[in-house]
């Protein structure tokens, strides 16, 4: 039997939308999210300037680009996170995108660090930008915005951004999958980089033949 959108057997996931009974819903809603953490997604912390100056920021793994002729991007952000004000009343707002080693960062940002105070910058190095908003030093990289939009959707507002200015590292980025913090390296693994590296070889063979 072919398998179904939640990994189980055709039929056997129910459906969200059609369902009254709570734990009907409850249970599709359990595999969405199973089924959401095998996907693989980068880790940035976005921030602006609030009132009177006070610097914000929040960890955020829904992040993609929009397009690229103009350069735009957009961000979830839940509404109970106090930069989604901010960023309405500011209209300009960082994505800094987490190298491999920052999961501390992400862990701070995120209102649970291992050790040190939740969402405090001291957790890292900061610059200030084009636009005024911190910028994450030693990230993977970094994107400034000028809100262009928002909409609320559910639980969470999406945030468009126009970059006015982009800058990477050579720095390979974190990665969040299965619900934990990943390096590239892992997520490829030996075989596959010996696979990639097999490739390469065969094609630079049929180029030189």
Do not use: K
């Amino acid at each position: 039997m072919n398998a179904g959108p939640c990994g189980e057997s055709a039929g056997g996931c129910p459906d969200v939308e059609e369902s009254a009974d709570p734990l009907t819903r409850q249970a599709a809603l359990t595999y969405f999210t199973g089924a959401m953490a095998a996907t693989a997604t980068g880790v940035t912390v976005v921030t602006t300037v609030g009132p009177a100056g006070v610097e914000l920021g929040v960890t955020v793994s829904a992040m993609c680009s929009v397009c690229a002729e103009p350069p735009m991007l957009l961000v979830c952000i839940n509404l109970r996170s106090p930069l989604v004000s901010a960023v309405a009343r500011s209209r300009r707002f960082a994505v800094n995108v987490l190298a491999s080693d920052q999961g501390d960062v992400a862990d701070t940002f995120a209102g649970r660090p291992l050790s040190g105070m939740p969402w405090d910058f001291r957790c890292a190095e900061w610059d200030r930008g084009t636009l005024e908003v911190p910028l994450l030093r030693d990230a993977a990289a970094n994107f400034e915005c000028r809100l262009h939009s928002s909409r609320e959707l559910g639980t969470h507002v999406v945030l468009v951004g126009a970059v006015v200015r982009a800058r990477r590292s050579n720095r390979n980025p974190l990665v969040y999958a299965e619900r934990r913090y990943r390096g590239l390296a892992e997520l490829v693994g030996p075989q596959a980089t010996d696979e990639r590296a097999g490739h390469q070889q065969e094609i630079q063979e049929r180029e030189t033949a």
